[in-house]
């Protein structure tokens, strides 16, 4: 399994959704760990990528900040709130 950062891990699904073999993008996991002074708790999040019928399907990991996460909405937990954003940037 892939790891990467945010803003690629982002571009990455992007990228996704504009392919004609992708089913669904789906957070599959999001774990807190650690507390960094300068950047927050970190996170590790899972990412599946479902495909159509005859594909490949692929996972990666995003490891990142509560910096990157903070514009989500606080009304949702972290996962939820997660996987609305990536379907909205299917709509991008």
């Known amino acids: 399994m892939k790891m990467t ?3 690629n891990g982002v571009e990455a699904v992007q ?3 504009k392919c004609n073999w992708v089913d ?5 996991s999001v774990k807190q760990f650690g507390f960094n002074e300068m950047e927050g708790y ?3 999040i899972t990412i599946k990528v479902i495909p159509i ?4 399907g692929r996972m990666f990991q995003i490891s990142t900040n ?3 996460l903070d ?3 606080p009304s949702l937990d972290t996962k939820t ?4 954003y990536l379907t909205d940037l299917e709509n991008v």
């Open 5 to 7: 950062d945010f803003i």
């Open 15 to 17: 990228s996704f959704n």
């Open 24 to 28: 669904s993008v789906k957070v599959t």
């Open 42 to 44: 970190q996170y590790l």
């Open 53 to 56: 019928k005859g594909y490949k």
């Open 66 to 68: 509560s910096t990157w």
């Open 71 to 73: 514009d989500l909405d």
């Open 81 to 84: 709130a997660l996987q609305l």
